[in-house]
């Protein structure tokens, strides 16, 4: 409360140059951002419609497998834009030595959990039935197992930094890594052992044209989610380190 | 003196303190063993695939031995501002992280050696009959360990709970040499001989290359102040 006032009482008597850039970056409401949350609702409102109630039950899997769509679109952005956006921001970091890129990189990472996590859960509930097991350490399985834990490694470090040019470098050192070393796990699991089903192959895999149209359109769906969210996260941040810079600001006065 | 002269002034700098005080190989060597020997309380004897559990027991025991070295040899030159005085040496960043790791490479071979004897007293493994490939397999295993390994002491080494954080960053990024250098063991153990399982062995050689090459691009960065 003393804090609050203190603030309030700094603020009023600030200078202009402090508070001038309102609308600068990461202030207030904007539209695209808008427009981008109500078109990823509307997507996934749509990609659920799709999967549940339009697309074909599956012969031999039945419902079950309704699952699918998900747990690809989730495992397609752990993969694919959540660790690449991590690694590129990662790089961009080191070599522009930006902040902001730092901050897209663990908003990304954030993500990068999610989506994770959906897929290993969604995974075995569809397993259990299907193969008989939740788990198989199949190659799939175990690289998202694997780059699961390095997303929570990659939190875990910027957790134990404080805020800053330390923790962006060190965290970015960790993800470019890790993006390194997902294929190579890949790669050595894949000649251990694999049993899971290969469903978007060169020749094009098993799957009823209406099945995939379902499934680019769920893929779609949470890569819009997957970019608003970033969007929303990253602003988030790009605000409370605004806050924070302007606290200092006027405390130091 | 050379890039590798440099380098292994830096490496016999810990190597000599080690010597003298004889702190961590030991704690590793004793900390391997007891691996060792928990984990034959977990392994019921007469298993069926009783030789296939013995590579995955002794890369166990390695990696979490390993891991305490590495714990060690970037806070070990926290005392005295040595990190100060590291850094300050007229010498590319990258020689200082190939010296660091040279040491580390060193001293878990040392360790491995030992550990490797006891395993194979414990658990009646003929080693000696198998040793060269043993050896090969261990040593590039230990490249890629010391070489991720390394570079992650340096990032770990201000934070406060560097211990545990070290492990949870190392053990994900280590699955491909585990994987990798605990087949070809099986491989070189059965008595099938070390190129049995070549392919392995090709995956614990990129991973090296791989990761030392990278490790040497983003040292700079690390130890930036």
Known sequence: MAEEQTLKRAFAEAPPSVIERRGGRGGGRSLWVDALGASSILAILFALYLALIWAPTEAVMGDIQRLFYFHVAAAWLALGPSFGVVAACSVLYLWKKDLRFDRIASASAELGVMFTTITLVTGPIWARPIWGAYWTWDPRLTTTLVLWFIFVAYLMLRSAVDAGHKRARLSAVFGIVGWIDVPIVFMSIRWWRTIHPTVIASEGGGLAPDMRLTLFVAIGAFTLLYAYLLVVRVRQEDLATRLDRVRHQLYLR | ?225
Not at chain 2, 4 to 17: R, S
């Open chain 2, 1 to 225: 003196m050379g890039f590798l002269g440099q380098a292994w002034t830096i490496a016999w700098k810990d190597i000599l303190g080690e010597l003298r005080t004889r702190e961590m190989v030991f704690s590793m060597l004793l900390f391997g063993f007891l691996v060792i020997l928990i984990f034959n309380f977990g392994i019921e004897p007469g298993l069926r695939d009783e030789a296939l559990v013995k590579p995955g027991v002794l890369w166990s025991a390695f990696v979490f031995a390993g891991i305490l070295g590495l714990n060690r040899s970037f806070s070990s030159e926290k005392e005295n501002d040595c990190l100060q005085g590291l850094l300050l040496c007229p010498v590319d960043r990258a020689v200082i992280y190939l010296g660091k790791f040279l040491g580390n490479f060193v001293f878990v071979l040392a360790m491995s050696l030992a550990v490797l004897l006891f395993f194979s007293v414990l658990y009646n493994v003929d080693v000696i009959a198998v040793l060269p490939g043993l050896l090969a397999i261990l040593g590039l295993a230990t490249v890629g360990f010391s070489a991720v390994g390394t570079l992650f002491s340096a990032v770990s080494v201000g934070i406060k709970t560097r211990d545990v954080l070290l492990a949870i960053l190392l053990f994900p990024v280590l699955v491909p040499v585990i994987l990798a250098a605990a087949k070809s063991s099986a491989f070189v153990m059965n008595g099938e001989g070390l190129f049995a399982g070549g392919s392995w062995l090709a995956m614990l050689v990129v991973y090296d290359v791989v990761f030392l090459a990278v490790s040497v691009m983003l040292f700079d960065y690390v130890l930036e102040e």
